[in-house]
């Protein structure tokens, strides 16, 4: 990981370690490492979600993407699979997204994905990072070398989603679904696709103002999501992030299906029908315990990677695995994306759960789901001092006591959050008071270790 680009591109708080300067600054980079290996003048598409720094980011992208000899394809609000897919589309050499994900709105975030789709090497990053850190003024481009801006892009969502439509097999009617679109770059394109299938919609949290992007809802607020649900007797809950590229769902009991489960509900499916590569699904270190037990019930092999859907993505390219994810709601169709998408790991339960003719709750019972806690303790955000927590031997020390404690019916996992100054401390046991209990423990020491 390098000193700007984190597990998902470069994060900050717009206006302090974010600004339109260093947004022009990558602008530059970006389009002068793509000259160095393409050889001619690049196209690069930019899409971003509704906070309301994410003009002012596009702005000076595009000024610094044309100042260095760039052509550029403004997208508009849409989310982050969809830059991905078009920029594929299109024949671009790469594209750019502007958003944080499931951060605050004072939060924003700069990731590039490359022309077939793929988040950018760790190779080109760290050069476009050199040049980005180097402090030298990059080569500008005169005349008719400048760079434009080409107008009337932003209906191609439409095309993406034409794409997401091509992806259901299956007669949708009948089903009752509501979504929540988090404010953020769903609220673009979630009601233009859910109207193309016979299947009673509603949608809750569409209005973003710039500032109420992830405020007290999408995929990490699912209180309302839930209480909603069950009022208004729906199938399903749908939740996306910011972004658009992760979702979680809700039962028609009100309960979360997290990522786990819908792992296992889709696995299963592909293997029922002859499409899961390897009998393989591919989750990380955080996935629950009970997927695990899930797949040595099912015939199913469970990889797992680090945390990030990156390291998913990796593993799945290197062997040919066709689904992956995270709890969190990452999930990954290889036949389909070349990244997460929340509206199509949507689509793909939606027929599985209208194809069973059963309930939410029950397709997903067939995934248990060990008790767990997952706690955050923030830190100063201060070079190093994630790393010093980490390598702390009293902490490495107090996680070997845990977990020969809990004698193999459990698991500690504490790792540095990749993308904001945090130590997540993550527990699975038998019971949630264990659970909570030894994270509390964990909480406290890492707390004692920062200062």
């Known amino acids: 990981m390098g000193k700007l680009f984190g597990t998902d591109g470069i994060r900050g708080i717009v206006g302090e370690n ?17 000259f160095e290996e393409k050889g001619q003048k690049p196209l690069v598409t930019i899409g971003m979600d509704t906070r309301i720094s994410s003009d002012m980011l596009e702005g000076a992208l595009i000024a610094g993407i044309c100042s260095a000899g760039g ?84 209906n191609l969502k439409y095309e993406y989603i034409k794409h997401l439509v091509g992806t ?13 679109c988090a404010n953020g770059a769903a609220a673009a394109t979630a009601p233009d696709l859910f109207a193309k299938f016979d299947i009673e919609a509603d949608f809750i949290h569409r209005k973003p103002n710039g500032v109420n992007i992830n405020d007290r809802c999408g995929s990490t607020h699912l209180k309302s999501l839930s209480a909603m649900v069950t009022a208004g007797e729906y199938d399903l809950g749908v939740a996306f992030d910011g972004d658009a590229d992760r979702c979680l769902m809700i039962d028609e009991q009100g309960n979360v299906i997290d990522g786990d489960k819908t792992m296992a509900v889709c696995g299963l499916d592909m293997k029922n029908r002859g499409l899961l590569t390897g009998l393989t699904i591919v989750g990380t270190v955080m996935s629950n315990l009970g997927l695990h037990e899930f797949c040595n019930q099912n015939g ?15 593993k799945m390219l290197e062997k040919g695995y066709r689904i992956g994810g995270e709890q969190s709601g990452h999930m990954i169709f290889s036949d389909y994306a070349t990244t997460g998408d929340g509206q199509l790991t949507a689509l793909q339960f939606l027929q ?15 995934c248990p789901q060990y ?35 809990m004698a193999g019916e459990g698991r500690v996992l504490v790792r540095a959050s990749g993308t904001e100054p945090l130590i997540r401390v993550m527990v699975e046991a038998k019971t949630a008071e264990m ?17």
Do not use: W
């Open 168 to 180: 259901v097999e299956d007669n949708l009617g009948g089903l009752r679904i509501l979504v929540d």
């Open 352 to 366: 599985i759960l209208r194809r069973s003719g059963r309930r939410a709750s029950e397709i997903v019972s067939v």
């Open 300 to 314: 199913l092999r469970l990889v797992c990677t680090a945390v990030g859907d990156r390291n998913v993505l990796e």
């Open 18 to 34: 974010l600004t339109a300067d260093l947004a022009y600054r990558v602008g530059q980079a970006v389009t002068a490492v793509l």
């Open 435 to 451: 659970a909570a209990a030894c994270a509390g423990r964990l909480v406290e020491l890492v707390n004692i270790i920062k200062k």
């Open 71 to 154: 052509d550029v394809m403004p997208l508009g609000t849409i989310p982050t699979p969809a830059v991905a897919y078009l920029t594929i589309k299109v024949g671009a050499d790469a594209g750019v997204v502007i958003s944080a994900s499931h951060n605050p709105f004072e939060h924003n975030g700069i990731k590039v994905f490359n022309g077939e789709g793929y988040k950018l090497s760790d190779a080109l990053e760290e050069r476009v990072e050199e040049k980005i850190l180097s402090g030298e003024n990059m080569a500008t481009a005169k005349g008719g070398d400048i760079g434009k801006r080409i107008h009337g892009m932003k």
């Open 371 to 405: 008790p767990q806690v997952l706690e955050n303790v923030r830190l100063e955000n201060v070079p190093g001092l994630k790393e010093r927590v980490m390598d702390a031997e009293a902490l490495r020390s107090a996680i070997r006591q845990e977990e020969v404690a």
